[in-house]
Nanobody, 129 residues
Framework: QVHLVESGGGSVQPGGSLRLSCTTS????????IGWFRQAQGKEREGVSA????????YYRDSVKGRFTMSKDSAKNTVYLEMNSLKPEDTGVYYC??????????????????????WGKGTLVTVSS
C-alpha cells in the first residue's frame, strides 16, 4: 500500500527557511513522478515542483525558482523541499503526491494535480511577520 507522509512545516518570518520532507513507502521512488503541491486558504491547489523519471529532471513553478530546491534520497525513500527566502505568499498547506500507476510516465511540469493518484495529508507552512 502506498503511503506518503510530509513533515517539516512550521511558522517562519519572511526571508526565513524551512525544509520539508516526504517519506514514502509502497512504491519504488525512482520509477514514478513525484511532486510537491500547495494550497493557500481560499485558493486552488497548485504545483510547486516535481521530479520526473528516468532522468530525474526537476521542474519548478516560476514563482519559486531560485528559492526552492527539490531533492530525492532514493535509499531513504524520501523527497525534500528546501525553501529559502520565504514570502508571505508561500503560506499554505504543502502536499507531497505521486503518480504510482504508470512507471516512467511521460507527464512533465508542475501542475500535475490531475495525474497524481497518491497524496499525503499535508504540512502547514506559515510565513508571517
Amino acid at each position: 500500500q502506498v503511503h506518503l507522509v510530509e513533515s517539516g512545516g512550521g511558522s517562519v518570518q519572511p526571508g526565513g527557511s524551512l525544509r520539508l520532507s516526504c517519506t514514502t513507502s509502497g512504491f519504488t521512488l525512482d520509477l514514478y513522478v513525484i511532486g510537491w503541491f500547495r494550497q493557500a486558504q481560499g485558493k486552488e491547489r497548485e504545483g510547486v515542483s516535481a521530479i520526473s523519471p528516468p532522468d530525474g529532471t526537476i521542474y519548478y513553478r516560476d514563482s519559486v525558482k531560485g528559492r526552492f530546491t527539490m531533492s530525492k534520497d532514493s535509499a531513504k525513500n524520501t523527497v525534500y523541499l528546501e525553501m529559502n527566502s520565504l514570502k508571505p505568499e508561500d503560506t499554505g498547506v504543502y502536499y507531497c503526491a505521486a503518480q504510482t500507476s504508470t512507471p516512467f510516465s511521460t507527464i512533465r511540469g508542475v501542475d500535475l494535480m490531475q495525474y497524481m493518484d497518491s497524496w499525503g495529508k499535508g504540512t502547514l507552512v506559515t510565513v508571517s511577520s
